[in-house]
């Protein structure tokens, strides 16, 4: 089954003529008409828009001269980036019909390399969650276990690439939307170095710790990818003028004598027994393939959760002041501007964001400016100043994506901490403006869900996570599992 393939696996098929692009991309398209009824990973698709890009592609693959890497690739978007004439309403009510007037810089790049970009991904309302409970939609379902949620902000995004809906997706990740549901769902997710991706044409919600990144089926998918997004865009102020490097080509090679840290302060109570056996099966496998291990300590651990839900929520309260019923999408008349503004925002926006908004407020107002925000910048250094010492002795660190494999809808949706929780291992590396990655690392047995190993890289260490994550993974199995839905369990 095409839909099934990896993205290195079609582009070699699409170039030996075994198959074309639209085949590639009916593929998919029949795999959503038949599964996502039940997985909601999409919000909307434009199949007609869809088949045109293939057959484009398929024109420059008869050319026979076009080296493009990613020529006729099916790939989806989260609802919160930007493509010409699509909607992006970020899974909320207030953009209502709002349609994107130019493409993201990710989405340009893509297309530059040939891909077909399609779809719009469920997630928490303007990524705000962990679960996608938070859409003002529907709840997207866990491909493994649909009742189960697919894990956030992005969840539609790792869904629709665990249920074989599309090859590959592109999420953002502000404290872990990529991370944590790829782990739930058992595909690859990156986030890259703030910096390395231009956020040009992603929605905002925290502009100091947003990046844009890829869900794959491989870790070598997700450097073709990588490669594709990255780099320096006028565009975009703060992303960085670094070269970027040919990721395919540095995954190989072997990871003999790489220090990989472990963090004492990671291994904490709370954290699933099934979760951290397949963890620590994962780090015995990399010293096995030459590895060393070394303990790090990162001390400001504790704080991460409390000055992540400072500073996301104060940069929040500021990007969604925009959604004002004036400039975009849903209006609700009052008899003056204020009530106009008060209706909309009160009609538009879900409880979870109305949360953040009144809390990101509060802890930017006069009075209470130093004690919370002013406080949270500076633990932000700490944060910060942990990993840089720690990458002094080690290439990468090593800890669970998550503390628990996916859990039930509905089991923490009426609990806002419990939900914050579940990025406890996420949201430092959003903070420390470093770069992850989430690979599958096993499953709980009963019900068999998936669980996530978490690499975290240097500032631009993309290259080395790669190569510790596509060495470990080619030593094991644990990416060729299927979900149940896909195609009666089988193997690619
Ligand atoms: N779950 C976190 C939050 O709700 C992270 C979300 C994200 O990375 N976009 O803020």
New binding site residues.
């Given amino acids: 089954m095409l839909n099934q393939l990896t993205i290195t696996e079609a582009a070699q098929g699409l170039r030996k003529k075994e198959f074309s692009a639209r085949e590639l991309m009916q593929s998919c398209l029949d795999q959503i008409e038949k599964v996502d009824g039940q997985v909601k990973a999409f919000l909307s698709y434009d199949r007609e828009d869809a088949l045109a890009q293939a057959d484009g592609a398929d024109k420059a693959l008869a050319s026979g001269n076009s080296t493009q890497p990613l020529l006729g690739i099916p790939i989806g978007m989260k609802d919160v980036l930007s493509v010409k004439g699509q909607p992006c309403n970020c899974s909320s009510k207030i953009l209502g019909a709002f349609r994107s007037v130019y493409d993201a810089t990710t989405v340009q790049k893509l297309r530059a390399d040939g891909a077909v970009v399609f779809g719009r991904l469920n997630m928490?309302e303007f990524?705000?969650?962990?679960s996608t409970e938070n859409s003002a939609f529907f709840t997207t379902r866990n491909p493994w276990d649909l009742e189960r949620i697919p894990g956030?902000?992005s969840g539609g995004s790792a869904a629709a690439v665990a249920a074989d809906e599309c090859l590959a997706t592109l999420g953002?990740?502000?404290?872990?939307?990529i991370r944590?549901p790829a782990a739930l769902c058992g595909c690859v997710g990156f986030k890259p170095t703030y910096g390395r991706v231009s956020r040009y044409g992603l929605v905002a919600?925290a502009s100091s710790l947003d990046q844009i990144g890829p869900f794959t089926k491989t870790v070598a998918d997700t450097a073709l990818l990588l490669r594709s997004i990255s780099g320096l865009d006028p565009l975009d102020s703060t992303s960085i003028p670094e070269p970027v490097p040919d990721y395919t080509a540095a995954l190989n090679g072997p990871i003999k004598g790489l220090k990989i840290g472990i963090a004492k302060e990671y291994m904490v109570g709370g954290l699933d027994p099934e979760v951290n056996a397949s963890v620590q099966k994962a780090i015995q496998q990399l010293e096995s393939l030459g590895a060393e291990l070394v303990e790090v300590s990162l001390p400001h651990s504790d704080y991460a959760v409390a000055t992540y839900y400072i500073i996301?929520t104060a940069e929040a309260s500021a990007n969604l002041a925009r959604f004002d019923g004036i400039r975009y999408g849903t209006r609700v008349d009052g008899a003056d501007p204020i009530e106009l503004y008060s209706k909309t925002r009160g009609a538009g926006f879900g409880a979870e964001v109305k949360r953040r908004i009144i809390l990101g407020t509060y802890v930017l107002s006069s009075g209470y400016y130093d004690a919370y925000y002013l406080k949270a910048q500076k633990v932000r250094t700490l944060i910060r100043n942990d990993f840089i010492k720690a990458f002094e002795k080690v290439d990468a660190i090593i800890t669970p994506t998550t503390p628990t494999a996916a859990f039930k809808i509905g089991e923490k949706s009426d609990d806002p901490l419990q939900m914050?929780l579940s990025?406890i291992f996420t949201i430092s590396c959003n903070l420390a403006g470093i770069c992850g990655i989430s690979l599958p690392c096993g499953f709980t047995s009963a019900p068999k869900l998936p669980i996530g190993l978490q690499l975290l890289g240097k500032p631009f260490g993309e290259s080395t996570i790669l190569k510790i994550a596509h060495a470990y993974e080619q030593s094991t199995k644990w990416h060729l599992e299927k979900s149940p839905l896909t195609s009666s369990g089988a193997k690619r």
């Fill in positions: 928490d990524a705000m969650g962990s956030g902000s953002s990740d502000t404290g872990g939307s944590q919600f996301a914050y990025d």
